[in-house]
T-cell receptor, first 112, second 109 residues
Framework: DVKVTQSSRYLVKRTGEKVFLECVQDMDHENMFWYRQDPGLGLRLIYFSYDVKMKEKGDIPEGYSVSREKKERFSLILESASTNQTSMYLC???????????FGPGTRLTVT | EDQVTQSPEALRLQEGESSSLNCSYTVSGLRGLFWYRQDPGKGPEFLFTLYSAGEEKEKERLKATLTKKESFLHITAPKPEDSATYLCAGVDSNYQLIWGAGTKLIIKP
């Protein structure tokens, strides 16, 4: 069965802290994605990666960075957390080209 | 600019009352359209892929259809467990997903 896991379900951080969100998939997928989801705005793509050590900016990359050192793991980094980064963060993975994305359970991050 | 719009934002139905959710899109070079279901506090769960106008897919009480301008998710005789937010996403020419904001469906027993 397909599985995408995220390191935390809930996280509370202070403004200015460095935050790491980790995502692991067990499907040997090449493509991995980080989204944030806010009420009324839908899912917005932050970064994606189509191979190890490769990364591409999505629609809203400002304030974020990513790391993909191994195929199964994709990390999202908030270099200096701000209150406007309070959101639900969703990781997804996908096989080749036109296949559906599989999502993790999400991390609800609150920055105070 | 590519855009996907879902309506209504929220829909309240009685158990057994059939209805449809709408997903209208303007996506250049549309390669297809996905439907997902999302329960509160969870990640989206894949339902359907539609590739071309006229295509239909069914799963239990759900049927998804696609035209050149919109997609519909028809729900027949819904049950309370069908309550969720339903998301659609268009796939553009670069295989990137353009997401709608979702329709929150509430089925009352």
């Amino acid at each position: 069965d397909v599985k995408v896991t995220q390191s935390s379900r809930y996280l509370v951080k202070r403004t200015g802290e460095k935050v790491f969100l980790e995502c692991v998939q067990d499907m040997d997928h090449e493509n991995m994605f980080w989204y944030r989801q806010d009420p009324g705005l839908g899912l917005r793509l932050i970064y994606f990666s189509y191979d190890v050590k490769m990364k591409e900016k999505g629609d809203i990359p400002e304030g974020y960075s990513v790391s993909r050192e191994k195929k199964e793991r994709f990390s999202l980094i908030l270099e200096s957390a701000s209150t406007n980064q309070t959101s639900m963060y969703l990781c997804a993975s996908r096989g080749p080209s036109f296949n559906e994305q599989y999502f993790g359970p999400g991390t609800r991050l609150t920055v105070t | 600019e590519d855009q996907v719009t879902q309506s209504p934002e929220a829909l309240r139905l009685q158990e057994g009352e059939s209805s449809s959710l709408n997903c209208s899109y303007t996506v250049s070079g549309l390669r297809g359209l996905f439907w997902y279901r999302q329960d509160p506090g969870k990640g989206p769960e894949f339902l359907f892929t539609l590739y071309s106008a006229g295509e239909e897919k069914e799963k239990e009480r759900l049927k998804a259809t696609l035209t050149k301008k919109e997609s519909f998710l028809h729900i027949t005789a819904p049950k309370p467990e069908d309550s969720a937010t339903y998301l659609c996403a268009g796939v553009d020419s670069n295989y990137q997903l353009i997401w709608g904001a979702g329709t929150k469906l509430i089925i009352k027993p």
